[in-house]
């Protein structure tokens, strides 16, 4: 939205990856011009921001579609990590309250109850890496540490 | 909708666990009145019934109700026999494809490709039990082999 040049801050690890699992769906190249810090925006939601979105009713649907989207590439991450398919399930039952599960083989890797997922998002780009980070090595733990159910 | 009684087969094994699957749901006694077998006889699509039924868009919601509760009863089968908590995760993605997954613990006890689910169903009550007690048998070997994983 803001004219400024955004390009400049440098993004790293996780946030990389988001980026580009966000363009993978870019089909149309509508969002081209669009600078990387541009399209990470609304994954950043500070305490500020947070208190302005109401967690009444169910959570729109961009604000889902960002949640699919973190979650997919949190799969690929770890997939590029160990070398296995991993793939997200999300069960949103009512309210913004709900259940993601990242599946490889028969190994649950990740599951995560969700609550208040209007609010969705990271208070900055260090604490969305940080959180990513965390998430892809249990995971990997999980997953070394029982590889024939990853391997089934 | 018929006003003979159907009261008379019996019904035995799983569809029985079914049939009280889809009574617990019934929180304002609508089908109080609805003998057993009225209740099972959606589930039951013959090989006539199966070709009236477009597979055409997406599933209608009460195709996708009845999924969610054949697998909700399933995985209270499950978790009869064996004392662990089951439960469900679908992934509808479009036109009658998706996913379904039980999860017992950080293990999947079942993954299954759903496809044409708008013709979800079963030829017989003898095969809705048969399959359901291959799935349940299944599951069962699978918390038996991996047991840490289901207690995790």
Known sequence: MSETTLEKPVIEGFAKDLVAQIRAEDT????????????LEPFIVDKEKRKLIPIIGDPDPD??????????????????????????????????????????????????????VHRFGFLSMEKLNAEAEKVITSAI???ERFPEVADY
Chains 1, 2 share one sequence.
């Open 28 to 39: 149309h190249g509508s969002w081209d011009r669009k600078s990387d810090m541009e399209l």
């Open 63 to 116: 604000t889902l579609w960002r949640l699919e989207l973190y979650y997919g590439a949190l799969c690929l991450a770890i997939e590029k990590r160990c070398g296995k398919m991993v793939s997200p399930m999300m069960k949103m039952s009512h309210e913004g309250f709900g259940r993601m599960v990242l599946i490889c083989g028969r190994l649950v890797v990740l599951s995560k109850s969700l609550r208040d």
């Open 141 to 143: 733990a999980m997953i």
